[in-house]
């Protein structure tokens, strides 16, 4: 059992180092597809959460927790509850830059849904999420091999997803980036059925005005793992935005 933050450095080369932060009871490693696309233009670190009984802290604590672990970083692509990680990092100063992929900042992005969100620790300690869970997060069939990738599968991710779904409320939720300079980026399945597609204009209100929203196009609540090109893509700009701003501040 994990009881600190995990690192696996997927990429060597040159850019900006950028870690993947996976949703509440989903595994970094899930990322791995992402990374491997990523990675001619990003340096990308892999994040597994600390488990168990060590994941009853809030988004913000688990942020100083990922910042500790990581060192120096640019910016971090962020899934679902990772968005809420993604947010005190970039308050923080830690990061640069946030590319969002269905994700949300805080609970009421999602409207009446959020209000649901601690019942995501029962349905995983007692709904024991499978191979139906994860296509329909996914929007697509899972091969039974990959479904630890999207849902928590064993006894210890389920009891983590439940201490970390009941420890959401309590804390305050991160500020709002609207009056920052972090570069933002919103990328948004079109059928995500666990952060629905109304979540995208909610959250970018909290962001930097003008950043880029993405509706991308039969795509569920994991665009990272069923269409890693397809998010590769859209976040080339931005990737190439935060390197540019890099070599000009080494310079």
Not at 50 to 68: F, K, N, S, Y
Not at 85 to 102: D, E, K, P, T, Y
Not at 107 to 112: D, F, I, Q, S, Y
Request: net charge positive.
């Amino acid at each position: 059992m994990r009881s600190e933050v995990q690192l696996t450095e997927e990429g060597t080369g040159g850019g900006p180092r950028v870690l993947l932060l996976p949703g509440l009871g989903a595994r970094g490693s899930g990322f791995r597809a992402l990374a491997k696309v990523l990675s001619p233009m990003a340096r990308t670190v892999l994040v597994e959460y600390p488990e168990g009984e060590h994941a009853a802290v809030g988004a913000g604590a688990l942020a100083r927790q990922v910042a500790r672990a990581a060192g120096e970083m640019d910016a971090v692509v962020a899934s679902s509850f990772g968005g809420m990680v993604a947010a005190h990092l970039a308050a923080s100063g830690a990061v640069r830059g946030v590319a969002f992929l269905g994700a949300f900042t805080r609970t009421e992005h999602l409207g009446p849904r959020g209000l649901l969100i601690g019942m995501m620790g029962p349905i995983a300690r007692w709904g024991r999420p499978g191979i139906v869970a994860a296509g329909l997060a996914a929007w697509r069939p899972v091969a039974l091999s990959q479904v630890r990738e999207v849902v928590p599968t064993t006894a210890v991710e389920r009891e983590t997803t439940w201490h970390r779904a009941l420890s959401i409320g309590g804390e305050p939720p991160p500020p709002e980036l609207c009056q920052s300079n972090v570069a933002c980026i919103c990328i948004q399945g079109d059928r995500d059925v666990l952060v629905p597609p109304a979540t995208v204009e909610r959250l970018a209100r909290s962001l930097p005005p003008g950043t880029p929203r993405h509706l991308l196009k039969g795509a569920g609540h994991v665009p990272y793992f069923t269409h890693p090109r397809e998010c590769a893509s859209l976040l080339a700009p931005w990737l190439e935005r935060l390197a540019f701003a890099r070599s000009v501040s080494v310079a």
